[in-house]
Structures are given as C-alpha cells and as structure tokens.
C-alpha cells in the first residue's frame, strides 16, 4: 500500500518530492502543477492551474523515450513487436504502478471529494499524475533527463511484461540450453531480500550443475529470476 495523505496528514511538498526521487526541478512551480488535479484547482482560488496539459505533453514524450529505448535495445523485434511492447510499457495500468512505486501519492493535492473517492490509488489518476511528472520533468531539464528518470522504471517492467506478452522467457530459454547440455534443470537461489514490506527488492542467483552462471534483481521474485536467467544467457553468448 502507498501512503496516502487524509484530513490528518499533509501532502508531501513538492521541493520534499523532487528530493527523494532526485528531481533536478529549480522552478517547483511546474512540479507544483503537475501534481494538481483538477478536483484541487475547483476548491482552491489560489490554485490557477491543473495538470491536465503537463499530462498530454508527458505522454507524448513517453512515446517517444520508449520507443527509443526499446528501439536501441531490441535489434531483433520486428516493428509489431516493438509496438505491442510500448503498448504494455505505457498502458495505464503500468504507468500507474510506476506511480505507487516512486509513491507519487504523497505528494498529490487533491479536492476533497477526489480524496473521499480514493483518488490517491485510482489508476486512471495515478498514471495521468506519472505522466504529468514527465512532462514537467521535460520542460525543465529536457530529455536526458527524462530518460534518466523513466529507463530504471523500464529496466524493472520489461521482464515481467516479457511474460505477459510471451515475446521472452530467459528462464525457459535457459533450462532448454542446461537440459541440452545434460546438466539438469537451473536452480535459483535468493541472495537477499531488502525493503519495506510494500516496495520488497529481491536479488537472485542462477546456479546450473552447482555453477554460478548469474545474478539479477527486482521487485518480485519471479523477476529477480528472470533477470539472472538473461544474465545467464548473455554470459553463455546465447542472447
């Protein structure tokens, strides 16, 4: 669960925001308004501005840092593929479990009916908030700086989304190449398990006939697996 501002509890400030997710931001205004929802801006006469423009400027710029991205690290997907990935990268859903993760919740100004409905964990929110942030990111600091902020969260997705659209599967792959080899079936270890109990990281290790043959991380443990897999992979030269 994210942590959730109430009636007894402040948002997070903007400049306390940009600090904890390293957010190069000198003008906090931007920052300010691409946290504020509409329902806020109806409630409060101070506020002038929603961030409903940020957020169609933020998706345009996701399209086009994912599409790189994906572009530069996939050579051997075929344009379908590649759209089908984006698609998954950027849906909704995704976008707004990259909002729970980072916890944009605490920062969010909401009114209070938005409040009272659950706006801190809607999806269709959270993912407008996300890419709301990307496009104040983009104004003020270009598109470096938002790929510096979005490849980590990519990095993290792309395995779990590798299954979910069954374009990869590193663990599948290996255990045909250590089964061919006649070295039995991978085992994966966990080398450690960090975090709190709603953002948990997990790091694992592959061993093949008792041999380290890779690690990975992430933020479940089928994750994990799958990212020592492909670093497996990539160390036999298979990938």
């Keep these: ?20 997710l390293s957010l190069p931001f000198t003008n906090l205004h931007l920052l300010i308004r691409a946290l504020t929802h509409r329902s806020y801006v109806n409630e409060h006469s101070d506020a002038l501005e929603d961030n409903e423009r940020l957020e169609f400027l933020g998706d345009a710029v996701l399209d086009f840092v994912v599409g790189a991205w994906l572009y530069n690290h996939f050579p051997e997907m075929t344009e379908g593929e590649l759209t089908r ?8 859903e995704q ?4 909002a729970r993760h980072l916890d944009l919740g605490r ?15 809607r999806p269709a929110l959270l993912c407008a908030t996300f890419e709301a942030v990307i496009g104040a990111l983009y104004l003020e600091a270009g598109v470096s700086a938002v790929e510096r902020f979005v490849i980590p969260l990519l990095e993290d997705a ?11 599967d590193p663990k599948s792959r290996l255990q045909e190449w250590a089964q061919g080899q006649k070295l039995g079936s991978p085992k994966y270890l966990i080398l450690k398990e960090s ?9 694992v290790e592959v061993q093949v006939d008792g041999r380290a043959y890779g690690q990975g991380s992430g933020y479940s443990k089928q994750v994990a697996a799958q990212m020592a897999a492909q ?8 990938i």
């Design 95 to 98: 976008l707004a479990e990259n």
């Design 107 to 121: 920062g969010l100004r909401l009114g209070r009916g938005e409040v009272n409905g659950g706006g801190y964990d």
């Design 231 to 238: 670093t497996a992979l990539e160390y036999l030269g298979l």
């Design 195 to 203: 975090g709190p109990e709603h953002s948990k990281s997990f790091e």
């Design 1 to 20: 669960m994210i942590c959730q501002p109430n009636k007894r509890q402040m948002p997070e400030s903007p400049a306390d925001l940009a600090k904890r």
């Design 158 to 168: 792309r395995e779990r989304i590798y299954l979910g659209l069954n374009l990869f």
């Design 85 to 92: 990935l984006r698609s998954a990268l950027v849906r909704t």
